[in-house]
């Protein structure tokens, strides 16, 4: 029984809502651990992003727009904006919504592991949300535990 | 230490929202596996379904049927319905809502397991939510780490 | 590679929606296990709350409070108020979007350990989200598994 730790570097653009499917960064991961059985961890150390599974596809990316707007709108004013650092000379940095929307959709997904490989569905990707508002660099953990 | 992987299989019917309280079944992979202190990671490898934990009676599964409803509506058009697989004739399938709610909720819990349980509430119960609005046959991993 | 099982606790007091940093908590209990690399799994086994990670700062909870206020408002008839277990004389208890709101953020976070330190992003922390509406003793389980 082993625990391996990688960590993967990803650059998030200005765009609002960033999609990433790292799928195939987390499966090289699992082949150069070496480890055959076990799970998988994918965490994302911040708060205005999340690791989550989904088909990772334009239609599903569009409706995932669409339904967090409504959940976590863009256009509301958020607590955070008005007192939080100042990072843009207007009194706060307007990214609430970006914590809210990772505070609900958590920080990672736990997956098992078998033969070397995910236990994945076909067509079940796993995916980076990003939140925020401005260029990020963002890291994330893929730390397996098994033999 | 040592690492088990069961798989159980489901089957959902046509209905909308299945929900299944699936807590017997992960318990006895648990205590046919011989690990008795650890954690049990309850995966479903699939993107319009989620494993959840709640309290399985008639009003919250109601109740959850609501606010899913509120959330991600049977009723919008999902951009998926248009282009994705055509799998009844009429230019796409029309599971977006399940897609969706599928990724917010998550495939997978993990809990901690001593002396060979669940450390569940009473009450608390492991759930296998299926979104899809077709019949499937579901596989559901429980993956035991542990001593 | 070793199992650790660490209980903590905490008293939810009367009021609606009770957000708890339990940061400092888990942080300890790691130390104490002499755990340095592998995962530790922080989980609340109860329906009506949820463990999860967030900016714990005042403008972030009044946003949160916001948010599932309109998902899963306080003010709609739940049928758990109806038939539930009658605690308060009228008939059942009022904590439906309590069950609604912890089975959608979940049950518990799966958190990397490094160095003997939680991998958690400066202004990241492990919150205990108390969605129920009366006084509670939490229990929360903080597991780790790791060398």
């Known amino acids: 029984m082993a625990v391996k730790t990688v960590e993967l570097y990803f650059e998030k653009p200005v765009e609002d809502l960033y999609v990433l499917n790292i799928t195939p960064d987390v499966e090289k991961s699992i082949s150069e651990s070496g480890i055959h059985d076990g799970i998988a961890t994918v965490f994302i150390g911040c708060t205005t992003a999340s690791i989550i599974t989904m088909r990772h596809d334009d239609e599903n990316i569009n409706s995932m727009r669409e339904i967090l707007e409504k959940f976590a709108p863009s256009d509301i004013d958020y607590a955070h904006h008005v007192t939080s650092g100042d990072i843009n000379g207007v009194g706060?940095?307007?990214?609430?919504k970006s914590h809210i929307r990772s505070a609900i959709l958590g920080p990672s997904v736990t997956l098992p592991l078998k033969d070397g490989k995910l236990m994945l569905d076909d067509g079940q990707d796993v995916v980076l949300l990003d939140f925020d508002i401005i260029k990020?660099?963002?890291k994330v953990i893929v730390q397996m535990i098994g033999e």
């Open 136 to 138: 990020r660099k963002r």
């Open 92 to 96: 706060g940095d307007n990214n609430g």
